[in-house]
């Protein structure tokens, strides 16, 4: 017998078809093992060892796996052929050996670049051992990004409390979005005017010319400054002679686009289809994952995440047979077409993405996908079709034209081209020259020496003209446009740009609005916060050249230890260089990098950081647990507060006093809208401590009214008693959104607007799901994974949880970490009995030593600590402690702690605010 692994069940189900009963195929759902979010679980003091933790899901697969593996012959590893595909092998092989089944067992790594039987036989022939170099250059990456993320991100919550996170290339692809915008809030624009000409030749045609030189100069685009300067030139053209000084034309060729890379394909697909990065790589793992055709379930494409261009000599034969078939002969090139990859990384320079059958035409496949799989489908294959195309061919014009009058001559110019041959064009065009008139701008036949007049081109235009214009600034990153900069920089990896991206709009950094990654105060603070204190680590050679490290990694050139090893002692320096910056310190640096955004300067000149209630007092950013504001340096005397990014004395500000909608008919008091400083919001009436509600997401200030603010004020309502109990389900807005809430269970409703129409059936509904996923009253207990029974000495339930830092089992108060690679499922009474002495004992002796008050509160923290390492879901009673304000402090920093989540490259952190 036969176990072959694979990442999904998609594709186990698939090739477990195609090898027969011989082989059984089990899937590991990704990723088996991954570093514990917690500090600690990389260690560079012991060569940088690394704490893998085991999922609860993860160990029942792993068991599945192991139970198959131990009873079978061989042990096939058959996970992507790219770096993470390499890594989950290398997991489950380091589990599996763990777990001591793999003795006598023969053991290969096969790897296939499509998922159809005829490449997933040959990859059987032709097995390998596992690549160790790739398997480094996977340690050495999740190492860094992990080490950057726990160390930075912490830096990150003390001096800029609200901030979320940091990573290693999220925060580089960060400063890339903020660096052009503010480009585009300091640009200047440059006034320039054009001038052309309509010319008609002796035999009538028409067309236009442009100015090219003046008065013996050279005139370019932005040469001619004002409208004087213009006017001048108009009106010499309008008196002056026109012939013809040459006439050029030459063929010229244009070759297709190679196939595409993963870095192509998410650009053609924004362009092209406005799908975003993650939904491109969704749909591509669906078709390369496979459809069912006709009962039979094959890929449809090839690996979607490489660098390669190439496309196998099969593949490029089928190719030139349908373009044969389709267009015709002479849109087959006479040799082959060979592209070579650009790409520094060697581990991802696999096959190009293509289809796997180029004879299955989208139109053949559309009946069995769905309106985006279809599209992407179209797509890959025109690209891959085009690429094997015979060249359009060209012919460009250029007629340059001499005009005399008044004492001057100027020079004029007109281009043009037209197709002689469309080949490629006439299936795939980028869509980079969607917008270029190439091949649609015909000149008329005029020869040299020829006279022309001048004359309006649409009969309403007079013969010269001039038009003004005024430079613009860069365009904001779409998606497409910041993938493409990523790639030429050499900043990450195409597999990672989706996630990348999708990390910055997470953190809220980002919002994509009209397709434009538009940067947002708390990403530009970031931002600003690393160029200040960590410019190194945001430089883009930097970052760069530790990529192309962890290729020569790959490549065996490199070792992964001495990597780390450099850029730790580096980046650690730098970390304990700032601990002791004081916040204020933080706060003038920010000051002075973002002046030009959060103080614009006011068009009567005055000072854009002089405070408008106190007039005495300075404008500064200030930070909270909320994020950023602007507010008086002269706090608490002067309480000004503005939003960040709205210039002084915008409608709505604090410093415009509140909107007043009316009367509240059931009170008289007075109801109006204001802006603070976590932003807008309604309140009733003036008194000392006024009842005030803060608007929702996705509710706008301009659109509120008396009827939505008092919706507003007057929420929590009641929804009405639950059926089963008869107490009160309530519904309102809270910090995680609309919800309805009873007994201490929350259940989230789908829009704010639903928290005023909710009716006693939905929201028990709602309540019911959430309960059945786990979710209750806050302190309630978790379902356990499994139920031991009575404890044989002392009595009470003993179960098995899963915690956030791994399994444990628990009794009365006593919480026991399971030992590392035993399953919960296989734990039995006498284990869980022995674990828990153990634990109970420990605490039982800690408890028994009385100290001061105030050491006990150091003793907890450290208490803390320990648990945090040992991976512990830990209850603890409520006690005094000596100093309020210590207490505080260790629960803010081990909350921190706990909340990070080092799962993807970035570290993820969701801070509730």
Known sequence: MNVVIVESP??????????????????????????????????PDEDFAMSWQVDSKSQKRLSEIASAVKDADRLILATDPDREGEAISWHVLEVLQKKRVLKDKQIERVVFNAITKKAILEAMDNPRQLDTPLVDAYLARRALDYLVGFTLSPVLWRKLPGARSAGRVQSVALRLICDREMEIETFNPQEYWSIFAGMKTPAGDVFQAGLTGYDGKKIGRLDVKTGEEAGAIKTMLESASFKVDSVASKPAKRNPAAPFTTSTLQQEASRKLGFSASRTMQVAQKLY???????????????????????????????????????????VPEKPRAYSSKAKNAQEAHEAIRPTDLARRPKDVAAFLDQDQAKLYELIWKRTMASQMESAVLERTTIEILADGSGKR???????????????????????????????????????????????????????????????????????????????????????????????????????????????????????????FFRRYVEFDFTASLEEQLDKISA??????????????????????????????????????????????KEDGTD????????????????????????????????????????????????????????????????????????????????????????????SAADMDLEKALQLLSLPREVG?????????????????????????????????????????????????????????????????????EHPSEGGPVNVYDGRYGPYVKHGKVNA????????????????????????????????????????TAKKTTSKKAAAKDGEE??????????????????????????????????PWDDPS
């Open 289 to 331: 994952e496979g459809i069912s055709i006709g009962g039979e379930t094959s890929g449809l494409i090839t690996y979607m995440r490489t660098d390669g261009v190439s496309i196998a000599g099969e593949a490029i034969a089928a190719a030139r047979s349908v373009i044969g078939q389709d267009f015709g002969d002479k849109y």
């Open 556 to 601: 065996g050139e490199l070792s992964w230890l001495d990597v780390l090893k450099d850029f730790w002692t580096a980046f650690s320096g730098s970390v304990d260089e700032i601990k002791d910056l004081r916040v204020a310190e933080v706060i003038d640096s920010l000051n002075e990098l973002l002046g030009p955004h959060i103080f614009p300067e």
């Open 874 to 907: 830990k209850t603890t009673s409520k006690k005094p402690a000596a100093k309020k304000t210590a207490a505080k402090k260790t629960t803010a920093k081990s909350a921190a702690k706990a909340e990070v989540d080092a799962k993807s490259e970035e570290v």
């Open 410 to 532: 100027a020079n004029l110019r007109a281009t043009g081209s037209v197709v002689r041959f469309d080949g490629f064009l006439a299936l795939y065009q980028e869509s980079r020259d969607d917008d270029d008139e190439e091949g649609s701008k015909r000149l008329p036949a005029v020869d040299q020496g020829a006279a022309l007049t001048a004359t309006s081109i649409d009969g309403t235009a007079e013969p010269i003209n001039s038009a003004q214009h005024f430079t613009t600034p860069p365009p904001r990153y779409t998606e497409a446009s910041l993938v493409k900069k990523m790639e030429e920089l050499g900043i990450g990896r195409p597999s990672t740009y989706a996630s990348t991206l999708q990390t910055l709009r997470d953190r809220e950094y980002v919002e994509l609005e009209k397709k434009q990654l538009v940067p947002q105060d708390k990403g530009r603070i970031v931002t600003a916060f690393l160029e200040s």
């Open 10 to 43: 998609a594709k186990a189900k698939t090739i477990n078809k195609y090898l027969g009963s011989d082989y059984t195929v089990l899937a590991s759902y990704g990723h088996v093992r991954d570093l514990p979010p917690k500090d600690g679980s990389v260690k």
């Open 608 to 699: 854009p950081r002089k405070c408008p209630a106190c007039d005495t007092g300075k404008l500064s950013l200030k930070v909270s647990r909320w994020g950023a504001f602007i507010g008086c340096e002269n706090y608490p005397e002067c309480g000004y507060t503005r939003q960040l990014g709205k210039p002084s004395g915008e409608e709505g500000e604090a410093d415009d006093g509140p909107k007043v909608f009316g009367e509240d008919p059931e009170t008289g008091m007075e109801v109006s809208l204001r802006t603070g400083r976590f932003g807008p919001y309604v309140q009733l009436g003036n008194e000392a401590k006024p009842k005030r509600s803060s608007l929702p997401k996705g509710w």
């Open 817 to 856: 970490t399971l030992p590392k690679d035993t399953a919960p499922e296989a734990v039995t009474m006498e284990q869980a009995v022995e674990l828990i002495a153990a634990k109970g004992g420990t605490k039982k002796k800690a408890a028994a030593k009385k100290t001061p008050a105030k050491k006990t």
């Open 721 to 789: 008693e639950h059926p089963e109990d008869g107490k009160m389900i309530t519904a309102g807005l809270g910090r995680y959104g609309p919800f309805v809430l009873h007994d201490g269970t929350y259940a989230n409703l789908s829009s704010p607007d639903e928290v005023f129409s909710v009716g006693i059936n939905r929201a028990v509904d709602a309540l019911a799901e959430k309960r059945a996923k786990g979710g209750g009253r806050r302190g309630a207990a978790a379902t356990p994974l499994k139920e031991l029974g």
